[in-house]
T-cell receptor, first 115, second 115 residues
Framework: GDSVTQMEGPVTLSEEAFLTINCTYT??????LFWYVQYPGEGLQLLLK?????DKGSNKGFEATYRKETTSFHLEKGSVQVSDSAVYFC??????????????FGRGTQLTVWP | DTEVTQTPKHLVMGMTNKKSLKCEQH?????MYWYKQKAKKPPELMFV???????INESVPSRFSPECPNSSLLNLHLHALQPEDSALYLC??????????????FGQGTRLTVV
């Protein structure tokens, strides 16, 4: 079945540090890959997405590349800010098929950025 | 409009109460979802509606009863809940067509406390 493995947290960084959060996946079909972000007390916001191999998703300085050969979708940002402190979820969904777009989530990674 | 609206934002209910959570979207999405999220955990899928029909029920107890009155609305009826049902309940929607982008949009959630 489909699953997502996400690096353990929490991650604590100083402002302007480089961020990497690792994510690997297992899928039976042709998944789309996502990073969602959740700020305290809020719902999930889509941060970026990639729908096919070698696609790079990017938003707000965050980037992730869909690597089919390594089944990975690692999240990176060159210079984090205090406002990036949140929980980050890697997720996948299958395009079409019986799973109807349901999301399979990784465990989530808590990021805290100190000034 | 890429918004999913959930009401209420907070709900406290007794174990003998009956209450309903509401979700609305106007993006023309034909798949709608209920997820349950406990603290420091990823969201867990509860139900999927596709074209207003219940398509996936992840073995959710019958004290949770979903309803999809039309293509824009999704309800979750609650009855005789237990304290362990306290959680953040998230509604989401996405397109539901073969080959379509399966990006899901989430509401802000309802924070439910069962006393």
């Amino acid at each position: 079945g489909d699953s997502v493995t996400q690096m353990e947290g929490p991650v604590t960084l100083s402002e302007e540090a480089f961020l990497t959060i690792n994510c690997t996946y297992t899928a039976t079909g042709y998944p789309s890959l996502f990073w969602y972000v959740q700020y305290p007390g809020e719902g999930l916001q889509l941060l970026l997405k990639a729908t096919k191999a070698d696609d790079k998703g990017s938003n707000k300085g965050f980037e992730a590349t869909y690597r089919k050969e390594t089944t990975s979708f690692h999240l990176e940002k060159g210079s984090v800010q205090v406002s990036d402190s949140a929980v980050y979820f890697c997720a996948l969904s299958e395009r079409g098929g019986s799973t109807l777009g349901r999301l399979y989530f990784g465990r989530g990674t808590q990021l805290t950025v100190w000034p | 409009d890429t918004e999913v609206t959930q009401t209420p934002k907070h709900l406290v209910m007794g174990m003998t109460n009956k209450k309903s959570l509401k979700c609305e979207q106007h993006m023309g999405h034909r798949a709608m979802y209920w997820y349950k999220q406990k603290a420091k955990k990823p969201p867990e899928l509860m139900f999927v509606y596709s074209y207003e029909k219940l398509s996936i029920n992840e073995s959710v107890p019958s004290r949770f009863s979903p309803e999809c009155p039309n293509s824009s609305l999704l309800n979750l009826h609650l009855h005789a809940l237990q304290p362990e049902d306290s959680a953040l309940y998230l509604c989401a929607s996405s397109q539901s067509r073969w080959g379509a982008d399966t990006e899901a949009f989430f509401g802000q959630g309802t924070r439910l406390t069962v006393v």
